[in-house]
């Protein structure tokens, strides 16, 4: 585990991060190899529409996205932090425009859940 204070433009005081990397995560990782899908916590509790049901942990990509879309092991520790600063910062602007009131997400999004396989 990581704890980082990151800044995000737009706050006044850094926001405290934890990133976990599990061997045997307690979530379900979609089929990606653990490692390529850590568990990121920062503002715990804070409604938005891109985190995850079970912990409110961010959601900062989609795992059946293609690798170039979604973060990496290769990629560091860096580029998760900086993928989890936008994310915060879209998650301001979010709230600042409506939040679930028509707020506006200024990153890519995509469709949240699996579709079900037919019986």
């Not at 891109?50 to 293609?66: G, K, V, W």
């Not at 879209?90 to 679930?100: L, Q, V």
Request: hydrophobic share 35%.
């Amino acid at each position: 585990m990581y704890r980082v204070p990151i800044e995000v433009r737009g706050r006044r005081d850094p926001v405290p991060v934890a990133v976990y990397f599990f061997a045997r995560p307690p979530y379900d990782c979609w089929g990606l190899p653990p490692e390529e899908y850590p568990r990121v916590i920062a503002d715990r509790g804070r409604p938005s529409p891109h985190r995850m049901p079970e912990d409110n942990a961010l959601c900062l990509y989609y795992p059946r996205s293609p690798v170039g879309q979604r973060w990496r092991p290769e990629l560091g520790l860096l580029a998760l932090l900086d993928l989890t600063r936008d994310h915060l910062f879209f998650e301001d602007h979010w709230w600042a425009t409506g939040g679930r009131r028509g707020g506006v997400w200024l990153g890519d999004e995509q469709p949240h859940g699996f579709p079900r396989k037919a019986a």
